[in-house]
């Protein structure tokens, strides 16, 4: 459930008033901070859709409202989805949930076959949407941590954009991102290694670096991204 303004505030007051009466002075958080994120889950054929708030301890969870997909490859879907999510954010009051009234309202546990946090993680694939307060949106994969018990930062994939791009570009950035995702993911159970190759630099320094799978930049998913690495990929290649 997500509450209401009024009974935040009280929630807040009732609170403070406790703190004071043990002779503490405790100011709880009162408002939304930024970034202001959405997580994505991928998994049984849908998308799960949740926007995450700051709460009065100001740390962030996920809030009740959420959002289904199954038409998968529906990038403009997906983009109105991510920006309908950020509105619910930036009119939401922080989070004033008890730990029971969250744990109540857990993602995996109503829109998923799945009765154990540690089942859906291990199912589940989750990327992350990022705003900041200036518009620039960071788009990135997470990978499985601490045995299905949580996700982590990674490196195998990231997409810089704005909150002005369109939303089929936003949702082509997430499609792209679980791909990628899923791509590393079988590369991990294959055993399949990246190539890599090494420059010299005049000064004797040694460059290392992942030869790109040029088949998988394409410009119409990418952002035009695909001509900078291309590029960067041939100048470096010339180089050696």
């Not at 209401?4 to 503490?24: A, D, F, M, P, V």
């Not at 000064?203 to 990418?222: A, C, G, T, V």
Request: a negative charge; proline letters at 2%.
């Amino acid at each position: 459930m997500d509450l209401s303004y009024e009974e935040t505030i009280r929630r807040i007051n009732e609170l403070e008033n406790e703190y004071l009466k043990r002779g503490l002075k405790r100011s709880l958080c009162r408002e939304v901070t930024y970034p202001y994120r959405v997580d994505l889950y991928k998994g049984e054929d849908q998308i799960i859709v949740v926007p995450t708030i700051t709460t009065i301890g100001v740390y962030s969870v996920d809030m009740a409202w959420h959002r289904q997909i199954t038409d998968l490859e529906n990038a403009e879907l997906i983009g109105n989805t991510i920006s309908e999510a950020l509105e619910h954010i930036g009119k939401s009051p922080v989070d004033a949930r008890t730990k029971k009234e969250r744990n109540e309202d857990a993602i995996w546990k109503n829109v998923s076959k799945y009765r154990s946090y540690k089942s859906f993680n291990k199912n589940y694939m989750l990327c992350i949407v990022s705003l900041e307060e200036n518009g620039d949106m960071r788009i990135s994969s997470t990978e499985r941590i601490n045995g299905n018990n949580g996700y982590g930062g990674t490196d195998e994939c990231r997409f810089f954009l704005s909150i002005n791009n369109s939303p089929e570009e936003i949702g082509n950035a997430v499609i792209n991102c679980f791909k990628m995702m899923e791509e590393a993911g079988e590369n991990k159970k294959t055993g399949k290694k990246k190539r890599t190759s090494v420059i010299e630099t005049l000064s004797d320094d040694k460059i290392s670096f992942e030869l790109p799978d040029l088949n998988r930049y394409e410009d119409e998913q990418d952002f035009h991204s695909a001509e900078i690495y291309q590029g960067v990929f041939v100048l470096i290649s010339e180089c050696r």
